[in-house]
T-cell receptor, first 119, second 117 residues
């Protein structure tokens, strides 16, 4: 149980195009989803927190208009990288937080990641 | 400020050696959680352990063990008799509360462990 999928697992696109990445909680409902990006040999950087049915909360320095997040249902959140450029090439990871708690902590279950390469 | 420091960027050991990965954290929260994740070359994060701030008992799971010491704000991870399959990047993380009480994770920079045959 508690599986999170991401689609696509990898994508290569041309500079200037937009890319949509999906994050789905397959066997649970997630009121909150988190989006991270990770550059090679670096740590995870939280980009934004999205709650179902409301606007995402972006971390400082993350461009809202560049990285559009939609959390339209309790099992799906999407990240759209608009007008992608080579510097947007990165590993994007989502996590989903279910409604239940475990030992007082709302678990986060991570997706397998999406590797974006912008040419 | 909340922060996680993993001072060891890279560690290289020979198979069967024991290895300890250090993690030091900073927080003003009285209730918090600490985590370790493994990230193999595939990129998918593997959850290893969660520990809450009120539970200082050390934990052992097979070849893995964790030493949580609030007095030194450390949560170190030891792999006993390391194996090649243990080669990965290991992240230590700390829970934090952001806007709207959505607890987020503060990540260390990770320690890249190479276990050589």
């Amino acid at each position: 149980g508690a599986v999170v999928s991401q689609h696509p697992s990898w994508v290569i696109c041309k500079s200037g195009t937009s890319v949509k990445i999906e994050c789905r909680s397959l066997d649970f409902q997630a009121t909150t989803m988190f989006w991270y990006r990770q550059f090679p040999k670096q740590s995870l950087m939280l980009m934004a927190t999205s709650n179902e049915g409301s606007k995402a909360t972006y971390e400082q320095g993350v461009e809202k208009d560049k990285f559009l997040i939609n959390h339209a249902s309790l099992t799906l959140s999407t990240l759209t990288v608009t007008s992608a450029h080579p510097e947007d090439s990165s590993f994007y990871i989502c996590s989903a937080r279910p409604t239940w708690t475990s030992g007082g902590w709302n678990e986060q279950f991570f997706g397998p990641g999406t590797r974006l390469t912008v040419l | 400020a909340q922060k996680v420091t993993q001072a060891q960027t890279e560690i290289s050991v020979v198979e069967k050696e024991d290895v300890t990965l250090d993690c030091v954290y900073e927080t003003r929260d009285t209730t918090y959680y600490l985590f370790w994740y493994k990230q193999p070359p595939s990129g998918e994060l593997v959850f290893l352990i969660r520990r809450n701030s009120f539970d200082e008992q050390n934990e052992i799971s097979g070849r893995y063990s964790w030493n949580f010491q609030k007095s030194t704000s450390s949560f170190n991870f030891t792999i006993t008799a390391s194996q090649v399959v243990d080669s990965a990047v290991y992240f230590c993380a700390l829970s934090a509360t952001n806007a709207g009480n959505n607890r987020k994770l503060i990540w260390g920079l990770g320690t890249s462990l190479a276990v050589n045959p």
